[in-house]
């Protein structure tokens, strides 16, 4: 299995949907965790850090599943700039671990 | 302004010609790391580092070295590239002020192994 694991999509959503991408990790030793946005070959930015009380930024939610260890994203009100691909973060033992998703790619449709 | 600044941007070159990738940054982060990405497989990380002087391999280290004498540079080594090293590399950095930080990234370096 895995160590971190994502839905490769593609997602395809007319503007104005809502979207949501699973991410299932591992290591239940895993503390720390986080949704990145990443543009066609460019570099990942961070979108999100994800809590265990769940987090919300404007249209994105972030939710943490400790006990069935996966992370979601919710995205509402679907935008085309929305299209790229999402990637989740899950960082173990402090920095010596840390391990990408291959990641979600969405397109937003008008 | 804050940011991961990796040279070069793009580099063309042939099997066993020793390279050297640089990453600086200006944030006076502790943790650094280095990414290679391909189709399918994500970002793999190569070897990070926790401050100076202090380095360790990530999950694919083999053919790489990488050495951290100042906190704000990590370049990465290449003594030998071979073909299957032509990747697009990322460059990260962050805080450690406990686990809960984000990497930055530099704008990752497109390498082509002839």
């Known amino acids: 299995r895995k160590e971190v694991e994502q839905d490769p999509g593609p997602f395809n959503v007319p503007e104005g949907a809502t979207v949501a991408f699973n991410c299932t990790y591992s290591n239940s030793a895993s503390q720390s965790f986080f949704w990145y946005r990443q543009d066609c070959r460019k570099e990942p930015k961070l979108l999100m850090s994800?809590?265990?009380s769940g987090n919300e930024d404007g249209r994105f939610t972030a939710q943490l599943n400790r006990a069935s260890q996966y992370i979601s994203l919710l995205i509402r009100d679907s935008k085309l700039s929305d299209s790229a691909t999402y990637l989740c973060v899950v960082n173990t033992g402090g920095y010596q671990k840390v391990t990408f998703g291959t990641g979600t790619k969405l397109q937003v449709i008008p | 302004e804050a940011q991961v600044t990796q040279n070069p941007r793009y580099l063309i070159t042939v099997t066993g010609k020793k390279l050297t990738v640089t990453c600086s940054q200006n944030?006076?982060?502790?943790?650094m790391s280095w990414y290679r990405q391909d189709p399918g497989l994500g970002l793999r990380q190569i070897y990070y580092?926790?401050?100076?002087?202090?380095?360790d391999k990530g999950d694919v280290p083999e053919g790489y070295k990488v050495s951290r004498k100042e906190k704000r540079n990590f370049p990465l080594i290449l003594e030998s590239p071979s073909p299957n090293q032509t990747s697009l590399y990322f460059c990260a950095s962050s805080s450690y002020r406990g686990s809960n930080q984000p990497q930055h990234f530099g704008d990752g370096t497109r390498l082509s192994i002839l």
């Open positions: 994800v809590y265990s």
């Open positions: 944030m006076n982060h502790e943790y």
């Open positions: 580092s926790m401050n100076v002087e202090v380095t």
